[in-house]
């Protein structure tokens, strides 16, 4: 069965626990016990949980200390014990291997449902598509924006990355990163993608470690929102850019050659270009990815 591919710091179940409730009351039953107490502590110092089942008594209870390797260590007491066939001290010893087993299947169990419950959230996102790929590119699973993304882009499939201009599929760009991110050995590569209908993305693929020799990642692609010219007036306040200069930047942002920034404000080309070259050099950078990174563009739903 594929478990979700998410590193999480272990946690335990909760005290209210049924499955938990279950086994305790099992145990209490087979040897004949009023009531018993569980302990489980995650190593190596991880935190420290408490089941209870029925009364706690006054005598001294029957005591089977639990641990396995790099899981959990713990102690399972017995109190009122004596009429079960599992009563006796030797029989509940012959019992640890199955309860051991039994604890460890439970804390398992918890981690894979908390992993589920966080990968949904990830893959559910309304804003970003987010895709989960292996090393083939095939996807074996795409949330509702991711979809509709796929779907857009099988008509029109060109897009290409902020630092090349050769134009490629959608999806053949995504798995040619891939490859480079495994190649280079980091966890996270990142890059602006242009999509045939002029849409801007901001790509980031995450190697999913942990998993032995099946390799996974997973896709984010979210959309990035650019500033109109108020928002960059107000950016760069400090420089004083102004409306006609923010005008160009806000086009050349979009992709925009001078000749079609000319015709949408009604100006000669060599304005455009004298605008973009003041409002260049006020802003100390040379090229539109460095006005990019000087804007620190939005994407929705983050500060």
């Given at each position: 069965?594929?478990?979700?591919?998410?590193?999480?710091?272990?946690?335990?179940?909760?005290?209210?626990?049924?499955?938990?409730?279950?086994?305790?009351?099992?145990?209490?039953?087979?040897?004949?016990?009023?009531g018993c107490v569980l302990s489980i502590q995650l190593l190596p110092d991880?935190?420290?949980?408490?089941?209870?089942?029925?009364?706690?008594?006054?005598?001294?209870?029957?005591?089977?200390?639990?641990?396995?390797?790099?899981?959990?260590?713990?102690?399972?007491?017995?109190?009122?014990?004596?009429?079960?066939?599992?009563?006796?001290?030797?029989?509940?010893?012959?019992?640890?291997?199955?309860?051991?087993?039994?604890?460890?299947?439970?804390?398992?169990?918890?981690?894979?449902?908390?992993?589920?419950?966080?990968?949904?959230?990830?893959?559910?996102?309304?804003?970003?598509?987010?895709?989960?790929?292996?090393?083939?590119?095939?996807?074996?699973?795409?949330?509702?924006?991711?979809?509709?993304?796929?779907?857009?882009?099988?008509?029109?499939?060109?897009?290409?990355?902020?630092?090349?201009?050769?134009?490629?599929?959608?999806?053949?760009?995504?798995?040619?990163?891939?490859?480079?991110?495994?190649?280079?050995?980091?966890?996270?590569?990142?890059?602006?993608?242009?999509?045939?209908?002029?849409?801007?993305?901001?790509?980031?693929?995450?190697?999913?470690?942990?998993?032995?020799?099946?390799?996974?990642?997973?896709?984010?692609?979210?959309?990035?929102?650019?500033?109109?010219?108020?928002?960059?007036?107000?950016?760069?306040?400090?420089?004083?850019?102004?409306?006609?200069?923010?005008?160009?930047?806000?086009?050349?942002?979009?992709?925009?050659?001078?000749?079609?920034?000319?015709?949408?404000?009604?100006?000669?080309?060599?304005?455009?270009?004298?605008?973009?070259?003041?409002?260049?050099?006020?802003?100390?950078?040379?090229?539109?990815?460095?006005?990019?990174?000087?804007?620190?563009?939005?994407?929705?739903g983050t500060t």
């Amino acid at each position: 069965m594929w478990r979700p591919p998410i590193l999480l710091t272990q946690t335990m179940p909760p005290t209210d626990d049924p499955a938990v409730a279950a086994i305790l009351h099992g145990l209490a039953r087979a040897t004949g016990a009023r009531g018993c107490v569980l302990s489980i502590q995650l190593l190596p110092d991880g935190p420290r949980t408490t089941y209870r089942f029925g009364p706690d008594g006054s005598h001294a209870p029957l005591v089977i200390r639990l641990e396995t390797a790099e899981s959990f260590r713990g102690v399972f007491e017995l109190y009122g014990a004596g009429g079960g066939p599992a009563a006796s001290p030797a029989a509940l010893e012959s019992m640890r291997p199955v309860l051991e087993g039994a604890v460890l299947a439970l804390i398992e169990r918890n981690n894979a449902s908390h992993q589920i419950d966080i990968l949904m959230q990830i893959l559910g996102a309304q804003e970003e598509a987010n895709l989960l790929m292996d090393a083939t590119g095939e996807i074996l699973f795409a949330n509702t924006r991711g979809e509709e993304l796929l779907s857009l882009h099988t008509e029109q499939p060109q897009a290409q990355l902020a630092n090349d201009a050769r134009p490629a599929p959608l999806l053949s760009l995504i798995v040619a990163e891939m490859a480079k991110l495994r190649e280079s050995g980091n966890c996270v590569r990142r890059q602006i993608v242009t999509t045939g209908d002029g849409g801007r993305w901001r790509l980031e693929i995450v190697a999913l470690t942990g998993l032995g020799s099946v390799v996974y990642s997973l896709v984010v692609l979210a959309p990035i929102r650019l500033p109109d010219p108020n928002e960059i007036r107000q950016r760069f306040t400090g420089v004083q850019i102004s409306r006609r200069e923010a005008e160009v930047l806000a086009s050349v942002l979009k992709g925009h050659k001078a000749g079609e920034i000319a015709c949408q404000l009604g100006i000669t080309e060599y304005t455009v270009k004298d605008h973009l070259k003041h409002a260049y050099a006020k802003l100390g950078i040379t090229s539109r990815g460095q006005l990019l990174s000087r804007l620190a563009v939005v994407v929705p739903g983050t500060t």
